[in-house]
């Protein structure tokens, strides 16, 4: 899909958005389309897009997946998730319908923010300011995109960890197939770990220069890291690219904590979750990375996120 093609959806969608950059590389941002992030380079967009988003919508019985990179609120699962709010997974209507506006723009950066209104699994709400500041840069050998993501909690009363967390996730999707991969650094293999069943270590191997994990799969799986894991890489040879994900150290006063989709009866105990995969076998996956949570999230609380991806052709 080319730039002015996705700008054709956006317009026949009567949908806003932003453009960071210029017509051959830079990141379009959808205003009315959840705030994601579509990447391009060259005039070629690299996310995933999902066309049938522009002319249909989500509710708790489908869930129509853009594209692009989306901030959503951590954990997704547990006591405490925000996809739980109903009896069955459901994203919510406060993200999918949010009215993103552009605070500050130039030529290479923009803030953009919407007002969400949260409910986790215990049917507490949690009034919430979601910003996004897209930072983009171009090089003779690539494109780096970086964000900082931010989520200040809104609300009136002050929530223990016991009560409510609150994290920024973001989700960075592409399409991908069976000659596609996920690389990582070398670390120990108890540093990568299932978040789903079945288990899929058979899909990563070891070497020298790190972890190959195949995308080649008949069942969704997805992986977390811990900080011990400095980045991830997602390779496309059919579409010519690679993209790099990292994110900064947390603020000392953040925490990073249990993100995984999980029953909503169960608590947030699992382990706490730096960066991310996800693959489906639809046909995409994402490179992901999560902030952390105060001990104790108070009026005007931020949670906090500083992640950069580099796109290289191959």
Known sequence: MRL????MLFERGKKRYHIVGDQNNGVLIGLDLEGRL???MDGQVLSLVNPESFSRFSDRHAYVNPGGDVLWPAPEGSRLGYEYSCANWRVPPGLCYARWQVLEKCASTALVAAEVDLINSESLG???LFSR???TSLTNTGLTVLINECIEYLGRENLS???ALLAPWSLCQFNCDEQSSLKLPPCPA?????LYEPDSSALRKQGTEGWTVSMKTDFRFQLGLSSQVAYLEFINPKMGFKAIRNAEPLD??????DIADQDPANEPEGR???????CDPSGFMEIEAAGGCPERLEPGSKTTLTHQTKFYRL
């Not at 002015?4 to 700008?7: A, E, G, N, R």
């Open 4 to 7: 002015l093609d996705l700008v």
């Open 38 to 40: 579509f990447t391009y």
């Open 126 to 128: 949690l009034p919430c």
């Open 133 to 135: 500041k897209v930072n």
């Open 161 to 163: 960890t016991k009560q």
């Open 190 to 194: 108890s540093e990568i770990w299932d």
């Open 252 to 257: 000392a006063r953040l925490k990073y904590i």
């Open 272 to 278: 706490p979750v730096c960066l991310s995969a996800y």
